[in-house]
Each structure stands twice: as structure tokens, then as C-alpha cells.
């Protein structure tokens, strides 16, 4: 069974920084990625990386957000620099293993004071 364990959030104010982690149990996975839902919105895709390190961003966090990996530490990170109040929201780790199974965090929450 894989567990991903999700670390790094919290309250910052707007234009701080933090920075999300995920580290998975198990193998290698395909694909890599954040998500995020804030209150009585949609589930959306913050960022994912594959395994070959290609990387992909949701529009409203491009040029603001950096994801990347660790293969030998199993781990997904999410720098999160510029944040905005509506950045404010539960953010979710995703994985995708070889198998094409997928994998949920349990979420952590970030918000961002104006």
C-alpha cells in the first residue's frame, strides 16, 4: 500500500514563501503532482512532473511555483513563492505508479493572509 506524507504548509502572508512536500512509500512513479481545492471549488492541478522531469503548471501559478523531485528520496516538492490570497486552499499530493495506479494524499493546508 502506498502512503504519500505531505509536510510544509501552514499561514504565510501575501508575497511570502513556503514550500510543500510529499514523500511516497513504495517505487518509482510515472507522474508526480500537486493539486488543490479551495472552499466550494473544484479539485485543480497546481503542477506535476514526470519521471523524466517534464514539468506542467496550472495557469494561475506559472512563474510563481516550482516543482521538482527526488527519485532516491521518493519525494515531490512545491516552492511556492508570490503567494496570493487566493492561493489560499488544501493542497493535495498525487502519484501515478508504473502501473498507472493512482495515489491521494491527505492534504495540507495553506493559507495566505492579505
Known amino acids: 500500500q502506498v502512503q504519500l506524507v505531505e509536510s510544509g504548509g501552514g499561514l504565510v502572508q501575501a508575497g511570502g514563501s513556503l514550500r510543500l512536500s510529499c514523500a511516497a512509500s513504495?517505487?518509482?512513479?510515472?507522474?508526480m503532482s500537486w493539486y488543490r481545492q479551495a472552499p466550494g471549488k473544484q479539485r485543480e492541478l497546481v503542477a506535476s512532473?514526470?519521471?523524466?522531469?517534464?514539468?506542467n503548471y496550472g495557469d494561475s501559478v506559472k512563474g510563481r511555483f516550482t516543482i521538482s523531485r527526488d527519485n532516491a528520496k521518493n519525494t515531490v516538492y512545491l516552492q511556492m513563492n508570490s503567494l496570493k490570497p487566493e492561493d489560499t486552499a488544501v493542497y493535495y499530493c498525487?502519484?501515478?505508479?508504473?502501473?498507472?495506479?493512482?495515489?491521494w494524499g491527505q492534504g495540507t493546508q495553506v493559507t495566505i493572509s492579505s
Open positions: 498525487y502519484v501515478r505508479s508504473l502501473m498507472n495506479r493512482d495515489y
Open positions: 513504495g517505487s518509482i512513479f510515472r507522474i
Open positions: 512532473i514526470t519521471i523524466g522531469d517534464n514539468t
